[in-house]
């Protein structure tokens, strides 16, 4: 019989066991169903969220941002102060 993991999650004390292979590698784990939120991430990195990492958890992983993240991300800042401002027009 093969070795297994038990990954908990960051959040409560909800537990997934299953093989080594069947787990992708992430900075944390979590259920979503408790309310836990991966961490803002620092200036410079992406937070990418991994669904079902683990069987019934998802997982994610805080990375440097490579040059096409870092351009997504100013369009979105963009967008979104444009959309902030509008409201602040409209009400």
Not at 7 to 30: F, M
Not at 41 to 56: C, I, L, S
Not at 74 to 89: M, Y
Request: with cysteine; charged share 25%; hydrophobic share 35%.
């Amino acid at each position: 019989m093969s070795e297994k993991l038990t990954i908990k999650c960051a959040g409560c004390d909800k537990t997934q066991t299953l093989r080594p292979h069947k787990v992708e590698r992430c900075d944390s784990y979590y259920c979503g169903a408790c309310g836990f939120r991966a961490p803002a991430p620092p200036d410079g990195y992406v937070v990418y969220t991994v669904m079902h990492a683990t069987g019934g958890l998802w997982g994610y992983r805080m990375q440097v941002a490579d040059p096409e993240a870092q351009a997504a991300l100013q369009r979105a800042r963009v967008l979104r102060d444009a959309g902030l401002k509008r409201l602040g027009e409209l009400n």
